[in-house]
T-cell receptor, first 116, second 116 residues
Protein backbone atom coordinates (compact mmCIF):
# COMPACT_ATOMS: atom_id res chain seq x y z
CA UNK A 1 0.00 0.00 0.00
CA UNK A 2 1.16 3.49 -0.74
CA UNK A 3 2.17 5.91 2.00
CA UNK A 4 2.95 9.61 2.16
CA UNK A 5 5.49 11.25 4.47
CA UNK A 6 5.64 14.91 5.34
CA UNK A 7 8.91 15.63 7.03
CA UNK A 8 8.01 18.58 9.19
CA UNK A 9 5.10 18.54 11.59
CA UNK A 10 5.44 22.21 12.51
CA UNK A 11 7.08 25.14 10.77
CA UNK A 12 7.34 28.65 12.19
CA UNK A 13 8.59 31.49 10.06
CA UNK A 14 8.29 35.23 9.65
CA UNK A 15 6.45 37.11 6.95
CA UNK A 16 8.39 37.43 3.68
CA UNK A 17 10.43 34.32 4.44
CA UNK A 18 10.50 31.52 1.92
CA UNK A 19 8.63 28.30 2.60
CA UNK A 20 9.38 24.78 1.47
CA UNK A 21 7.44 21.77 2.73
CA UNK A 22 8.68 18.31 1.98
CA UNK A 23 6.53 15.43 0.77
CA UNK A 24 7.68 11.94 -0.18
CA UNK A 25 5.56 9.02 -1.21
CA UNK A 26 6.14 5.33 -1.50
CA UNK A 27 4.58 3.82 -4.57
CA UNK A 28 6.37 2.32 -7.54
CA UNK A 29 3.88 3.20 -10.23
CA UNK A 30 2.53 6.36 -11.77
CA UNK A 31 0.80 8.76 -9.40
CA UNK A 32 -1.28 11.87 -9.28
CA UNK A 33 -0.15 14.31 -6.59
CA UNK A 34 -1.94 16.98 -4.61
CA UNK A 35 -1.41 19.60 -1.98
CA UNK A 36 -4.39 20.57 0.14
CA UNK A 37 -4.53 23.41 2.66
CA UNK A 38 -6.71 23.90 5.70
CA UNK A 39 -6.88 27.46 7.04
CA UNK A 40 -7.94 27.91 10.66
CA UNK A 41 -11.64 27.22 11.00
CA UNK A 42 -12.06 26.33 7.34
CA UNK A 43 -12.37 23.13 5.38
CA UNK A 44 -9.72 21.42 3.28
CA UNK A 45 -9.11 23.16 -0.03
CA UNK A 46 -7.11 22.13 -3.06
CA UNK A 47 -3.93 24.19 -3.43
CA UNK A 48 -2.52 22.52 -6.52
CA UNK A 49 -2.30 19.20 -8.32
CA UNK A 50 -0.01 17.33 -10.67
CA UNK A 51 -1.25 14.78 -13.19
CA UNK A 52 1.33 14.88 -15.98
CA UNK A 53 3.48 17.20 -18.07
CA UNK A 54 5.61 19.99 -16.62
CA UNK A 55 6.81 18.77 -13.22
CA UNK A 56 6.71 22.31 -11.87
CA UNK A 57 3.11 23.03 -10.98
CA UNK A 58 1.73 26.41 -10.03
CA UNK A 59 -1.25 26.69 -7.73
CA UNK A 60 -3.29 29.35 -6.05
CA UNK A 61 -1.95 32.12 -3.81
CA UNK A 62 1.58 31.99 -5.22
CA UNK A 63 2.29 28.40 -4.28
CA UNK A 64 4.13 25.97 -6.52
CA UNK A 65 5.29 22.39 -6.24
CA UNK A 66 7.88 20.35 -8.05
CA UNK A 67 7.50 16.68 -8.84
CA UNK A 68 10.83 14.85 -8.83
CA UNK A 69 10.06 11.31 -9.94
CA UNK A 70 13.50 9.91 -9.11
CA UNK A 71 13.14 11.10 -5.53
CA UNK A 72 9.45 10.22 -5.15
CA UNK A 73 8.98 13.78 -3.94
CA UNK A 74 6.48 16.57 -4.43
CA UNK A 75 7.70 19.52 -2.38
CA UNK A 76 5.63 22.65 -1.93
CA UNK A 77 7.20 26.10 -2.12
CA UNK A 78 6.32 29.73 -1.77
CA UNK A 79 9.00 32.42 -2.20
CA UNK A 80 7.53 34.90 0.27
CA UNK A 81 4.89 33.95 2.82
CA UNK A 82 2.24 36.13 4.34
CA UNK A 83 0.54 35.95 7.72
CA UNK A 84 -2.56 34.64 5.90
CA UNK A 85 -0.60 31.53 4.87
CA UNK A 86 -0.88 30.26 8.43
CA UNK A 87 -2.57 26.91 7.94
CA UNK A 88 -2.09 23.17 7.89
CA UNK A 89 -0.82 21.72 4.63
CA UNK A 90 -1.45 18.17 3.46
CA UNK A 91 0.22 16.27 0.67
CA UNK A 92 -1.84 13.50 -0.98
CA UNK A 93 -1.24 10.80 -3.56
CA UNK A 94 -3.52 8.90 -5.90
CA UNK A 95 -2.00 5.86 -7.67
CA UNK A 96 -2.85 5.98 -11.31
CA UNK A 97 -4.38 2.61 -11.97
CA UNK A 98 -8.04 1.86 -12.55
CA UNK A 99 -8.71 -0.06 -9.35
CA UNK A 100 -7.42 2.84 -7.27
CA UNK A 101 -10.28 4.94 -8.50
CA UNK A 102 -10.11 8.38 -7.02
CA UNK A 103 -8.69 7.22 -3.70
CA UNK A 104 -6.37 9.68 -1.95
CA UNK A 105 -3.72 8.78 0.60
CA UNK A 106 -2.77 11.76 2.74
CA UNK A 107 0.37 12.60 4.62
CA UNK A 108 0.24 13.58 8.26
CA UNK A 109 0.18 17.30 7.56
CA UNK A 110 2.48 20.23 8.37
CA UNK A 111 1.26 23.08 10.53
CA UNK A 112 2.69 26.37 9.34
CA UNK A 113 2.65 29.45 11.53
CA UNK A 114 3.65 32.73 9.94
CA UNK A 115 4.55 35.42 12.44
CA UNK A 116 3.58 38.95 11.43
CA UNK B 1 -22.18 26.78 -6.17
CA UNK B 2 -22.96 25.42 -2.72
CA UNK B 3 -20.25 23.32 -1.13
CA UNK B 4 -20.38 20.01 0.68
CA UNK B 5 -22.66 20.23 3.70
CA UNK B 6 -22.21 18.22 6.86
CA UNK B 7 -24.07 17.99 10.14
CA UNK B 8 -23.73 18.11 13.01
CA UNK B 9 -20.54 20.13 13.29
CA UNK B 10 -19.77 18.83 16.77
CA UNK B 11 -20.87 15.81 18.74
CA UNK B 12 -19.96 14.55 22.21
CA UNK B 13 -21.07 11.07 23.24
CA UNK B 14 -20.09 8.44 25.74
CA UNK B 15 -18.41 5.22 24.72
CA UNK B 16 -20.76 2.45 23.63
CA UNK B 17 -23.33 5.00 22.44
CA UNK B 18 -24.23 5.32 18.79
CA UNK B 19 -23.86 8.37 16.56
CA UNK B 20 -24.71 9.32 13.00
CA UNK B 21 -23.28 11.92 10.66
CA UNK B 22 -24.93 13.34 7.58
CA UNK B 23 -23.42 14.63 4.36
CA UNK B 24 -24.91 16.35 1.34
CA UNK B 25 -22.45 16.54 -1.56
CA UNK B 26 -22.15 19.21 -4.20
CA UNK B 27 -25.08 18.97 -6.59
CA UNK B 28 -24.36 16.61 -9.45
CA UNK B 29 -21.35 14.95 -7.85
CA UNK B 30 -21.66 11.22 -8.31
CA UNK B 31 -18.79 10.23 -6.04
CA UNK B 32 -18.90 10.68 -2.28
CA UNK B 33 -16.19 9.91 0.27
CA UNK B 34 -16.04 9.64 4.04
CA UNK B 35 -12.69 10.26 5.71
CA UNK B 36 -11.60 9.97 9.33
CA UNK B 37 -9.03 12.48 10.56
CA UNK B 38 -7.54 11.71 13.95
CA UNK B 39 -5.82 14.61 15.70
CA UNK B 40 -2.31 15.09 14.36
CA UNK B 41 -2.83 12.86 11.34
CA UNK B 42 -3.97 13.27 7.77
CA UNK B 43 -7.41 12.19 6.60
CA UNK B 44 -7.87 8.45 6.05
CA UNK B 45 -10.46 7.19 3.60
CA UNK B 46 -13.19 5.10 5.22
CA UNK B 47 -15.55 4.54 2.31
CA UNK B 48 -16.14 5.72 -1.23
CA UNK B 49 -19.50 5.67 -3.03
CA UNK B 50 -20.17 5.92 -6.75
CA UNK B 51 -23.82 6.97 -6.93
CA UNK B 52 -25.44 4.56 -4.47
CA UNK B 53 -22.85 1.79 -4.81
CA UNK B 54 -19.77 1.19 -2.66
CA UNK B 55 -16.48 1.48 -4.56
CA UNK B 56 -14.06 1.03 -1.68
CA UNK B 57 -14.72 0.26 1.97
CA UNK B 58 -11.51 -1.59 2.70
CA UNK B 59 -10.59 0.66 5.63
CA UNK B 60 -14.04 0.86 7.19
CA UNK B 61 -14.23 -0.97 10.56
CA UNK B 62 -17.34 -2.84 9.58
CA UNK B 63 -17.98 -4.29 13.03
CA UNK B 64 -18.99 -0.84 14.24
CA UNK B 65 -19.10 1.55 11.29
CA UNK B 66 -21.72 1.60 8.56
CA UNK B 67 -22.54 4.01 5.77
CA UNK B 68 -25.24 4.33 3.19
CA UNK B 69 -26.14 6.48 0.23
CA UNK B 70 -29.50 5.05 -0.65
CA UNK B 71 -30.61 7.50 -3.32
CA UNK B 72 -27.16 8.33 -4.61
CA UNK B 73 -27.23 11.85 -3.22
CA UNK B 74 -26.79 12.45 0.51
CA UNK B 75 -25.12 9.96 2.80
CA UNK B 76 -25.10 8.88 6.44
CA UNK B 77 -22.17 7.45 8.38
CA UNK B 78 -22.98 5.63 11.61
CA UNK B 79 -20.88 4.36 14.47
CA UNK B 80 -22.39 1.81 16.81
CA UNK B 81 -21.09 1.31 19.46
CA UNK B 82 -18.53 4.10 19.67
CA UNK B 83 -15.10 3.62 21.21
CA UNK B 84 -12.73 6.18 22.67
CA UNK B 85 -10.43 5.81 19.67
CA UNK B 86 -13.22 6.95 17.35
CA UNK B 87 -12.70 10.52 18.55
CA UNK B 88 -11.79 12.34 15.35
CA UNK B 89 -13.05 14.68 12.68
CA UNK B 90 -15.20 12.94 10.08
CA UNK B 91 -14.86 14.56 6.70
CA UNK B 92 -17.14 14.15 3.74
CA UNK B 93 -15.93 14.93 0.24
CA UNK B 94 -17.45 14.71 -3.20
CA UNK B 95 -16.28 14.77 -6.78
CA UNK B 96 -17.81 14.56 -10.20
CA UNK B 97 -17.30 11.38 -12.21
CA UNK B 98 -15.47 11.13 -15.50
CA UNK B 99 -14.30 7.64 -16.40
CA UNK B 100 -10.54 7.59 -16.82
CA UNK B 101 -10.03 11.12 -15.58
CA UNK B 102 -9.16 12.04 -12.03
CA UNK B 103 -11.57 14.46 -10.47
CA UNK B 104 -10.81 16.93 -7.71
CA UNK B 105 -12.34 16.14 -4.35
CA UNK B 106 -14.15 18.94 -2.54
CA UNK B 107 -14.35 18.68 1.22
CA UNK B 108 -17.00 19.65 3.72
CA UNK B 109 -16.32 21.34 7.08
CA UNK B 110 -16.31 18.04 8.96
CA UNK B 111 -17.98 16.73 12.09
CA UNK B 112 -15.82 16.77 15.19
CA UNK B 113 -16.62 13.75 17.39
CA UNK B 114 -15.50 13.38 20.98
CA UNK B 115 -16.10 10.04 22.68
CA UNK B 116 -15.85 10.14 26.47
Amino acid sequence: AQSVSQHNHHVILSEAASLELGCNYSYGGTVNLFWYVQYPGQHLQLLLKYFSGDPLVKGIKGFEAEFIKSKFSFNLRKPSVQWSDTAEYFCAVNPRFKAAGNKLTFGGGTRVLVKP
Amino acid sequence: EAGVAQSPRYKIIEKRQSVAFWCNPISGHATLYWYQQILGQGPKLLIQFQNNGVVDDSQLPKDRFSAERLKGVDSTLKIQPAKLEDSAVYLCASSSFNQGALQTQYFGPGTRLLVL
